[in-house]
């Protein structure tokens, strides 16, 4: 049986979850991935997903802020955060919990 992971709201599954994967794959190899390199993957692994390509594919002012939109969100649900040169951990809000029980 297959679950879904993702709440009903969540759109673009495939893509959301493909942004997770590289993103925690390139984390764990020691060599953090920059938003311009996840844009740029993230097309070519979806060019032939016309409906995706549709909406987010256009190069032009709307198509990128929709895209850059989409890698902000899908980035922050899979737990990182786009730094200025690169995409690592999230900093959680209870930091400071964490560091005072020692977890």
């Known amino acids: 049986m297959i679950t879904n992971r993702h709440?009903?709201?969540y759109k673009h599954h495939q893509q959301n979850d493909f942004v997770r994967r590289i993103i925690q794959e390139r984390w764990n190899t020691g060599l953090a991935i920059s938003k311009s390199e996840l844009l740029r993957l993230t097309l070519q692994q979806f060019k032939d997903d016309l409906e995706w390509m549709k909406i987010y594919g256009n190069r032009?002012?709307?198509?990128n802020n929709k895209l850059n939109m989409f890698l902000d969100r899908a980035i922050g649900?899979?737990?990182?955060?786009?730094?200025?040169l690169t995409i690592s951990q999230?900093?959680?809000?209870?930091?400071?919990?964490?560091?005072?029980?020692g977890g």
């Open 90 to 101: 999230k900093i959680p809000t209870n930091w400071r919990e964490l560091a005072e029980s």
């Open 7 to 9: 709440p009903k709201s």
């Open 60 to 63: 032009d002012k709307r198509g």
């Open 77 to 84: 649900k899979a737990g990182y955060a786009s730094r200025k």
